[in-house]
């Protein structure tokens, strides 16, 4: 059963934009957590951003100032919009949720248990 769907991935240009969704069934983000991970092959997942339930925001300290994540609960699809793109953010980018009692932002993996398949961004030099 697909819970999260990512879509909004590509190519682009290094400075250039892209805002990807991930598309819920099943899940409603207003009863879960959500996040946005990272990971390059061979790598450990990387938190890129969290959203809580209380819609506060985590980010890392690569991306803080350079992306924006947004949940629309009735279309029940997150966003990640990802501004002046560098090519270390070239990577597979994947959605996580959880269903929790947590009203903050969680920020580790191991907590989520729904995962979307990912979408690949490429950032050309």
């Known amino acids: 059963q697909v819970y999260l769907e990512e879509s909004g991935g590509g190519l682009v240009q290094s400075g250039d934009s892209l805002k990807l969704s991930c598309t819920a069934s099943v899940v409603t983000f207003s009863t879960h957590a959500m996040a946005w991970f990272r990971q390059a092959p061979g790598k450990e997942r990387e938190l890129v951003a969290a959203?809580?339930?209380?819609?506060?925001?985590a980010y890392s300290d690569d991306v803080k100032d350079r992306f924006t994540a947004s949940i629309d609960y009735v279309k029940n699809t997150a966003y990640l919009q990802m501004n002046s793109l560098k090519p270390g953010d070239t990577t597979i980018y994947l959605c996580?949720?959880?269903?929790?009692?947590?009203?903050?932002?969680?920020?580790?993996?191991?907590?989520?248990?729904?995962w979307g398949q990912g979408t690949s961004v490429t950032v050309a030099s």
């Open positions: 996580a949720a959880a269903r929790t009692l947590t009203v903050p932002p969680i920020t580790t993996a191991g907590d989520y248990d729904k």
């Open positions: 959203v809580g339930r209380n819609g506060h925001k």
